[in-house]
Nanobody, 120 residues
């Protein structure tokens, strides 16, 4: 069992930045691939970015490439999402998730989410 708690969401103007953090507890954090997903009102949850257990592999949705950066610190059991050049369409609830298997699937553990609102 892995418990995930996100923090760092808030209200920001378009063009601004936010840094989300996800703190993990429970089973060995370094054994999990980690991902960030988001869900906007009236839309399905979508993949944003993921990072492998070692941090050596990362991937991003096309919509956030060049603007968002995922990182992890296995010593601190945290995974962060640095979001720059934010756009109103980035407004969503952002979820941290852990996968014991694949980078794009198998996400078994989820946080409660943190709201990000980008005003135009």
């Amino acid at each position: 069992q892995v418990q995930l708690v996100e923090s760092g969401g808030g209200l920001v103007q378009a063009g601004g930045s936010l840094r989300l953090s996800c703190a993990a507890s429970g089973r060995t954090f370094s054994g999990y691939n980690m991902g960030w997903f988001r869900q906007a009102p009236g839309k399905e949850r979508e993949f944003v970015t993921a990072i492998s257990w070692s941090g050596g592999i990362t991937d991003y949705a096309d919509s956030v490439k060049g603007r968002f950066t995922i990182s992890r610190d296995n010593a601190k059991n945290t995974v962060d999402l640095q979001m720059n050049s934010l756009k109103p369409e980035d407004t969503a609830v952002y979820y941290c998730a852990a996968s014991p298997s694949g980078l794009y699937s198998g996400y078994k553990y989820w946080g409660q989410g943190t709201q990000v609102t980008v005003s135009s």
